[in-house]
Structures are given as C-alpha cells and as structure tokens.
C-alpha cells in the first residue's frame, strides 16, 4: 500500500511539473504535434517496435519539425534530409546538446564523452579524436591491426568446414578486439571465457535497450528502478563491466611508463597526472571509466552488427555477392590482404557496403540531442531542456534523395560509368559535431573485414534466401536489433 501511495504521489508530482512547465512557455512558438496525456504524454501512439514509424507518420501532419511528449518529456522531432542538415551542419552550435539518457546515464553514472555536454564534452572529444588519431584510427598502424583480427575471424569460420553456424560471435569478437587494442593494448583469445562473456552482456543490454521495456526505462527511470524485470540484472551484468575497465586501469597505472604511451588508457593517464593541479580539467577517474565504457561498447555492437547484415543481404542478393567477388578477385586475388588503398579499385563493393548502412538505418533516431538553451529554429522556438531527435531513418529514407528509397539498391552509390560516388544524405554516423567519433575506424573496419571474408566465402543458407528476414526485430530509441542468421554456411 505504501508502494502505491508513493507512486500516485510521484505521478501527481511530474503532472504538477509538466503542467507549470508548459503553463511557463505559453507565449512560445512550440513546433506542432498531437496533443498529449497528462504523465503518459505521446507514448500510447507509438509504436511500440519501431516508434520511428509514428513520427514519420506524424511528420505528415504537422510537418518536417513536429513537438511530442514522451511521458512529461517534451521532444521535438527533425524529419528529412534538409531539416536534419539544417540542424546538424548549418546551425551546428545549437544542436550540440546531448540528452541525458537515463539508461545511458545508469551505465556510466553520468560520465564520460557520449552524453556529457558543455566543457566536458569539448575536452573529451578533442582528446578522445587526437588519441585515437595518434593510434592509427584511420591511418596503417590501424589498418594492420585489422588486417590481423582479420586473419583470426577467417580461421574461426574455416574451422566451422561449411557446417551451419550463427555468425553473430565470429564478427563480435573480432571487432570489440580491435578497440580492445585501441584502448586495453591488447586483444583476446576467442576462447577467453571472460571476454565471451562480456561480448554477452553487451548483446544482451543493446537488445534490452531496444526493447519496449528499455524506452520505457528511458521515459520513467525511478519508476523502473522500483518495478522487477530485467533491467536489474542488466545493469548488474554492466556493473560487472565496470569492475573489468577499472581492473584495466588499474593494471595500466602500476606498469605505466610516460615516456611511452601504449594505448588510450595509458594517453588518459598521462593527460590526467599533467592537469591534476587544474581547477577547469575534466580529466579525471570516473570520465576515464565512463569513456572507455563509451567507447568499449560503441566500438563493439555498432560494426559487427553492420556486418553481420550485411552477410544477410548478400545470402538475399547472389548476384551481388557474385560481383563484388569477381571485383575482388579481379583487384586484389584471393591470396593478398586487403589494403584500403584497394577501395578506390573496388568502387561495387564500396557501393555495396555503402548501401547496406543505408538501408540497415543502424540508429533510426539517431542518439537524442538536447537543447542547453533556447533555439531558434525554422520560425519555431524549441525552449531550453526539450529532447531533440534529428531523424536519421527520415535522411537515410529521404524520397527526395534517393531514387528507390525502400530497396537495397547499390546504384544509389554508382555513376553513370560505374564510379562510386557520395551523397550528402549518407549519415548513418549522423553529421555535426557529435557525429560519431569512430567513425573513420567503423568505415575501415567494415571495408577490411567485409572484403577479407568475401575473399575466401560464398555466404549462403541451407533454407534458402527466402528464409530470411531482414527487417529489424527492434528499433528503438538505441541502435536496432537485427535478426540472427542461424544457420550461415561458408564455402568457396
């Protein structure tokens, strides 16, 4: 009884809030939108799946910047290519912002790069870009890296001899052990029981935070945090995590030599002993957890689910696989590593790997920004602490943009005479300044993985293509859950 006194008092309490909130910005121009409930806000017109789904619908009644309210949240959604670059690039400044995700904030206690704003996030992300930089990201130290995890994913999936396998692991643990060697100086057996099991935690916390019961974490987390379910043993599998990083750190710390920074963590520590005496650094112990948290996790599910759909569309698409094979046989051979210099010789297979991120729409909603003041905004005003989605699946899906906007099309990435050739409307990394930090490192780790494997394998399933289906399971307000590929055979 006392339970539910508590929680009518807390539900009047956000009712209460909600209400002089929106009785305080009366005399604002708020973007349109559907009229919402007292506490429940929008929530009950989502769809609960793919709430992307609603707000494009929406979007075609109140048009391209549209006001909703999750639960007392009041959001303001960007649909289409022009808005979100409007946004994003031309109004940069404004739209730098981070929303304080709740269940991303549970995570890493609210430090870190990926949801700090203000000086914090400026110090953070010019270190993280220059350190990461320094270690190859995008450049040959990188490369070899990948071109050794390479070897090691190729040889796991010989050992298979054509028997049917889910591909899920295979790619996971070759590429969290490339940011393992970013960041830890080192990468894992692929036997390593505790390395398995942490690549389990974090497939298990994304698919928890794609569910209808993660968004409803986000919307009301100290209302979750009362409620059993499954949100208490994923976030004691994350604490776990936690205990691992600063294990790591501490390793670091005792065998750290100044002189000779082996990886990020050793870079982080050296910045932090040089400005320990500065009142204004943000270099501290919890932001170092929280980055590499950032960073652990990022790094991992993003890219080797990319590239675990991307087997799927090729088992959908022979004749594509069948190409790009040829082009690589042609270019490169079957005995040679690839380099990424060979990607300007391999214009189909870049195509390819460019439109699979297009239609996979990775992160649909893209990660929610924040306004930390009041904007000025195509006539609007979007009043200070309002949630910003700049849609990505509206830029990526754009019909003004792509000439067949809901199919897997290559030739959205080719010229007339065959060239690659870019479009402004690509973001799956989303654009401004909080576009992804990895991204040099995903781009080159999709091109190396991808064509090392298609080198060797023909990917096909014994229950044919029409068995599977590449529609997303979930897509939610964190990135989207992919449906396995459970019996994937590899032969050539």
Known sequence: ME????????????????????????????????????????????????????????????????TVYLGPQRTVVLVGFKTVKEALLDQADDFTGRAPLPFLNRVVKGYGLAISNGERWRQL????????????????????WIQEESKHLVDSLSSTKSTPCDPTFFLSRAVSNVICAL??????????DSFLHLLKTFSVAVRFGSSPWGQLYNVFPRLMEFLPGKQHSIFAGLDNLRV???????????????????????????RQNKEKDSPTSEFNYDNMVGTVLNLF????????????????????????????QLEIDT?????????????????????VIHEVQRVLDI??????????????FKGYTIPKDTVIIPMLHSVLRDEQQWETPWSFNPGHFLDQNDNFRKSP???PFSAGKRSCVGESLARMELFLFLVALLQRFTFTCPGGADSLDPTPELSSFASLQVRSVPELTCTR
Request: charged share 25%; aromatic share 10%.
């Open 3 to 66: 339970f539910l006194s508590t929680l009518v008092l807390v539900g009047l309490m956000v009712v209460l809030l909600a209400y002089l909130s929106w009785k305080g910005r009366k005399g604002i121009r708020l973007p349109p939108g559907p009229t919402p409930l007292p506490l429940l806000g929008n929530l009950l017109q989502l769809d609960k799946k793919a709430p992307f789904k609603t707000f494009m619908k929406l979007s075609e009644t109140y048009g391209p910047v549209l």
């Open 425 to 427: 409307a690509f973001m």
């Open 297 to 324: 996790l990022a790094g991992t599910e993003t890219t080797s689910t990319t590239l675990r759909y991307s087997i799927m569309m090729l088992i959908k698409h022979p004749q594509i696989q069948e190409r790009i």
């Open 125 to 144: 992300r010019r270190f993280t870009l220059s350190t990461l930089r320094d270690f190859g990201m995008g450049r040959k130290r990188m490369e070899e």
């Open 244 to 270: 691992f990083v600063k294990e790591r750190i501490q390793k670091h710390k005792d065998t750290l030599c100044h002189e000779c920074p082996r990886d990020f963590i050793d870079c982080y520590l050296i």
């Open 363 to 376: 992160v649909p909603l893209n990660i929610p920004h924040y306004s930390t003041h009041d904007i000025s």
């Open 183 to 192: 960041v830890f100086g080192h990468r894992f057996d692929y036997q390593d």
């Open 331 to 351: 270019v490169i051979g079957r005995e040679r590593l690839p380099l990424m210099e060979d990607r300007k010789s391999l214009p189909f297979t870049d195509a």
